[in-house]
């Protein structure tokens, strides 16, 4: 039991993180309709901007860390201003591919500037262990929890409490009417951006702690996918239940069976269950069934 709860609770944890990072997708989706292939490499410059100001320029965390965050809110104003809005009313397909090209630039940037090696990110997380359920857990696993759980609190209110979250939630159901009743379709689509880069590039910076920061290692940040799926492309709580039963999933499963396939069982577990999803539930568990009346 001990040596389950060995992989159970760290899993939890990260998984968390992976909700925090499918949470971008979500905001994204659900309010432009578009599914953001760059979310890999948004997940990876939050890292590398930590490298940068903490690292680089030698800023303190608690300066560097708000300093990150209006850096990643840049990146998802510049995103939407230059490559996304001149495709408003293009067909979707289109604006989809747009967003891989994205990722593909900044993976580019962060070879040219960082290359291609692993680099540690400084982490403000403390890694001393504590015991959880008896089992020692490094503090740095309980803060991802929490800030997960913060971020999770606060884009709920703010699509149901705030006064442009719900313009946001009304532009997604129905563009044209809500431009009709003068919302900003522009203002709106801007800001589904900044809250994604802020909300993935938050996971991602805790994530690279662990993991160190990689051009290529955007597929990490794609994993959330299988959460999204998951949980319902539409819905925030959805993805914050999946978040840990994937995270979970991957530690158990690489945690027994490893040993016995050569590793790098975890590397694959969440996309097993991607396909899962598509094939059985494609909307996931709480996703928006839509039906159209001819």
């Known amino acids: 039991m001990e040596q389950f709860l060995t992989f159970l609770i760290p899993g939890i944890f990260v998984g968390m993180v992976y909700a925090l990072i499918a949470m971008g997708f979500v905001t994204i989706y659900r309010t432009t309709g ?3 292939l760059a979310q890999g490499e948004i997940f990876l410059i939050a890292g590398y901007f930590m490298l940068f100001l903490v690292g680089g320029i030698g800023l303190s965390f608690w300066l560097a860390i708000p300093v990150m965050l209006g850096m990643l809110a840049l990146v998802g104003v510049i995103t939407e201003r230059i490559a996304l809005r001149p495709l408003v009313g293009q067909p979707i397909m289109g604006i989809i591919l747009m967003t891989l090209g ?3 630039f900044l993976r580019g940037v962060m070879t040219l500037f960082w290359t ?19 089992v020692m857990i490094s503090q740095a696993y309980l803060w991802f929890g929490v800030i997960a759980l913060v971020v999770f609190i606060g884009l709920w ?3 149901n409490r705030t006064r ?7 532009a997604a159901d129905a563009t044209l009417l809500a431009q009709s009743c003068g919302v900003s379709v522009n203002t709106v689509t801007r800001m589904s951006w900044i809250i994604s880069c802020i909300t993935v590039g938050l996971g991602g910076y805790m994530l690279t702690t662990i993991t160190g920061a990689q051009p290529l290692m955007g597929a990490l940040g794609l994993r959330s996918l299988a959460v999204v799926l ?3 492309m539409e819905s925030i709580g959805g993805v914050m239940l999946m978040g840990p039963v994937v995270g979970a999933a ?6 027994y069976f490893d040993p016995f396939v050569g590793g790098a069982l975890k590397e694959v577990i969440a996309f097993v269950l991607l ?12 996703g928006w069934r839509i039906i159209e009346r001819l």
């Not at 396909?275 to 709480?286: D, E, N």
């Open 157 to 159: 209110l703010f699509f």
């Open 116 to 134: 291609d090696l692993v680099r540690p990110v400084p982490s403000v997380f403390p890694l001393e262990g504590v015991p959880v359920l008896g």
């Open 34 to 36: 578009v599914l953001n």
């Open 230 to 232: 998951a949980g319902g």
């Open 164 to 170: 442009m979250g719900l313009l946001m939630k009304a």
């Open 102 to 104: 994205i990722g593909a």
């Open 250 to 255: 991957e530690f158990i499963f690489a945690g």
């Open 275 to 286: 396909i899962f999803f598509l094939l059985i539930r494609p909307q996931g568990l709480f």
